[in-house]
């Protein structure tokens, strides 16, 4: 049989193929190789082409394809109609790709937080924030690779002190005089919200009451816990009157001792070291540990004035005592007195030969 494009189907394939087969074992069948054009199957032509009577035609919309090979354009794959959505494909095969009017073009888009799709544009879908939501940081038109619209509007749309940007502009715990920056911060007893720092509020105790235990700042705290006294009663390192100051007036002479008129907890405060019982805070040479003097003054604030200067009631001061140069009301009569411990020797005793200095002059026995 020639191997002729002239051979009438359905042999003439048959004589291809046999022919085909033939010319790669023993160099027949008229030729060694195709040319440009010949071909077996529709797989050898290209793009737009088939394989028909050896050769690669043209597709035509009115060719019809041969009944036994299948050989054709209607051997191709057919279009199958599915959904039409928004990714450039003709889905439904109505010969037109994503139009708008197909009611469920959208609903194969990505899933993106505060954000639905609306459009769909080259073969992409387009998105738009949900109510209540802003893009803060402008990816929106990123589609899945961004983060949506990421801030959602607090209801009320109110900055408040949380690290949040709850109005969703673009600032977090800014302060905005038309708004209360603290409302949102928690309750403490006797002390309000002043200030906000770092997403963290901060207190300050009202008038009247102190936070003596530092706890203020703590949600676990008991805020401001001691109500103010009048005025500064004790020296104990607190600010008992609240007035920013610590124990003032325990020790206004500064000679280390606290005010007596003070009360105490026991333990001296840094401001009076040496202790307590200052019975004179304005004189320095007035203090606990001071050396009592004959001088009508209780310089060491014990058992009242000249304590020791006239043991003996006799109205002299012990001449072992410094005194003051007037007369005293511990020592009316005057100083001197050789032995403070017996009445009968003084400066003005009668002087007797008794191997004692009776009137403290001159030694014994003088005269």
């Known amino acids: 049989m020639p191997c002729s494009p002239q ?3 359905p042999l003439r394939t048959i004589a291809w193929i046999l022919c085909g087969m033939l010319a790669l074992a023993m160099s ?3 030729a060694n190789e195709k040319g440009a054009n010949e071909c077996f199957f529709n797989s050898e032509c290209p793009e737009g082409f088939f394989c028909d009577g050896g050769s690669c035609q043209a597709i035509d919309d009115n060719d019809d394809p041969d009944p036994d090979t299948g050989n ?3 051997g191709e794959p057919e279009c199958v109609p599915s959904q039409e959505v928004c990714d450039g494909v003709d889905n439904d095969c109505d010969e037109a790709v994503d139009e708008d009017d197909d009611p469920g073009l959208l609903d194969a888009c990505a899933q993106i937080p505060g954000a639905s799709p609306t459009a769909c544009a080259a073969a992409a879908c387009a998105f738009a924030c949900d109510e209540g939501f802003v893009d803060i940081d402008g990816d929106l038109t990123q589609g899945p690779d ?4 990421e801030c959602q509007i607090d209801s009320p749309a109110q900055e408040v002190c949380d690290g949040r940007d709850n109005d969703c502009d673009s600032a977090i715990d800014e302060v905005d005089e038309d708004l209360d920056l603290t409302a949102g911060c928690a309750p403490r007893a006797n002390a309000e919200a002043v200030a906000c720092a770092q997403a963290v509020c901060i207190y300050a105790c009202r008038e009247g009451f102190s936070d003596d235990n530092g706890d203020l700042g703590s949600p676990q705290g008991d805020g401001c816990e001691r109500t103010c006294d009048d005025t500064e009663l004790r020296c104990d390192e607190i600010d008992d009157d609240c007035n920013g100051a610590v124990d003032e007036g325990c020790d206004d002479d500064d000679d280390g001792f606290c005010d007596a008129a003070l009360g105490n907890n026991g333990v001296p405060p840094l401001i009076c070291p040496f202790g307590f019982n ?3 805070d304005d004189n320095a040479d007035i203090r606990p540990d001071a050396i009592e003097i004959c001088d009508d003054i209780d310089n060491n604030c014990t058992d009242g004035p ?4 006239d043991d003996d009631g006799d109205g002299f001061c012990d001449v072992a005592i410094p005194h003051a140069d007037t007369l005293l009301q511990v020592c009316p ?3 001197d007195d050789c032995d403070d411990e ?3 020797i003084r400066p003005d005793a009668i002087e007797i030969c008794d191997d004692i200095d009776n009137n403290c002059a001159d030694g014994l026995e003088e005269g």
């Open 7 to 9: 051979n009438p189907p």
């Open 28 to 30: 027949g069948c008229g």
């Open 72 to 74: 054709g354009p209607e």
């Open 146 to 149: 961004g983060d949506g619209c």
């Open 278 to 280: 200052d019975c004179d």
């Open 306 to 309: 000249d304590e020791g200067c």
């Open 333 to 335: 009569l005057g100083f």
């Open 342 to 344: 017996d009445a009968d």
